[in-house]
């Protein structure tokens, strides 16, 4: 069973503020030898072409020859990949092992069904981000990896071409997430479509009443609508 903490205090917005500052610095943090370390200079390839190629040249030596760059790579890894998945998979299966495993005390009404199913759609979306988070970013990371351990495979005709499709695979998982959760999730659906209303054949249906207004809207229904209620009421009254 999950431990509920109903009185515990909610994070607060200085709370907030310091853990986005601190990811901040941290990714700052990561990003310092890139800036530091990195430089130009012009290949020239077997076919007689040149290209200016971006590496880097550590302290220890130039790029693909380093031990520091190797260390950096997989701590980089570890830090922005597997831990990331790791946490969010572990969360995710939590949440949704207590979605689909929980049994309500008594008879659950149609409003508590709907709701469950709703957070089942978001699990399930989540898990959905967090493949293609794993599926776009893995070939970035092994990429380095493969050429600190043989640093000849960067003298390959192509292999700048085959680098800059990894890296926009890589950096296109930020432009699949709208989709999806346009896609897996009604309210974000709905929201898209309001913020594009000014545009012709763009839609928005009405949107349903809230959940106050439903109770409320039943609860009026079975009071004025009911003679059973209704009887109730005069003989009490």
């Known amino acids: 069973m999950a431990i509920m903490h109903p009185l515990r205090p909610r994070m607060g917005r200085r709370m907030t503020l310091c853990i986005a500052v601190s990811i901040w610095i941290v990714g700052s943090f990561f990003s310092l030898p890139m800036l530091i370390f990195f430089t130009t200079f012009v290949q020239e390839f077997p076919n007689g072409d040149n290209r200016v190629i971006c590496y880097a040249e550590w302290p220890d030596g130039s790029t693909n020859e380093s031990r520091q760059e190797y ?136 949107e349903g009443l809230t959940r106050r207004e439903a109770v409320t809207s039943r609860y009026n229904y079975s009071c004025s609508g009911s003679p059973e209620a209704h009887y109730r009421i005069v003989r009490n009254g």
């Open 71 to 206: 260390l950096y790579n997989v701590l980089f890894m570890v830090m922005t990949y597997f831990i990331p998945i790791a946490s969010m998979c572990f969360t995710y299966v939590r949440v949704g092992i207590e979605l689909w495993g929980s049994q309500s005390i008594g008879e659950c009404t149609q409003r508590q069904l709907e709701n469950i199913k709703s957070k089942r759609r978001v699990v399930k979306m989540m898990m959905v981000v967090v493949s293609i988070f794993a599926v776009c970013w893995l070939p970035f990371h092994i990429y380095f990896i493969i050429t600190s351990h043989m640093p000849e495979i960067t003298k390959l005709p192509y292999i700048q071409d085959l680098y800059l499709t990894i890296y926009w695979l890589a950096m296109s998982n930020s432009m699949y997430n709208p989709i999806i959760y346009c896609w897996m999730n009604m309210r974000f659906r709905r929201g898209f479509k309001q913020f594009f209303s000014w545009c012709p054949y763009v839609h928005v249906p009405p």
